[in-house]
Nanobody, 120 residues
């Protein structure tokens, strides 16, 4: 019902910056919340940033002060600006959305993921 497509991953040196984008499509009536999670090899998926009702943001301690999440309700898009990147930020980054569709059903959806590698 809701499709999410991420873009913007890649290789960056420590201390560098990268911006991820996510576009939601489908029979969307309302985006209740969107956010980003990441999964490093051998580790569990970690929720790192979310935005609710287009206003309220929450960050994991591991990224607070370095990452900024922002959304465009009109376009159903989400971005993650990542600054001061560290090797431990290396992971596959996933976009997710909690959305209400036109049938009034509510879905949690995930994107396919985009690789971010921080290495010199």
């Amino acid at each position: 019902q809701v499709q999410l497509v991420e873009s913007g991953g890649g290789l960056v040196q420590p201390g560098g910056s990268l911006r991820l984008s996510c576009a939601a499509s489908g029979s969307i009536l309302r985006i209740n919340a969107m956010g980003w999670a990441r999964q490093a090899p051998g580790k569990q998926r970690e929720l790192i940033a979310s935005i609710t009702s287009g206003v309220s943001t929450i960050y994991a301690d591991s990224v607070k002060g370095r990452f900024t999440v922002s959304g465009d309700d009109a376009k159903n898009t989400l971005s993650l600006q990542m600054n001061s990147l560290k090797p431990e930020d290396t992971a596959v980054y996933y976009c997710y959305a909690d959305a209400t569709v036109t049938s009034r059903a509510r879905y949690d959806s995930w994107g396919q993921g985009t690789q971010v590698t921080v290495s010199s």
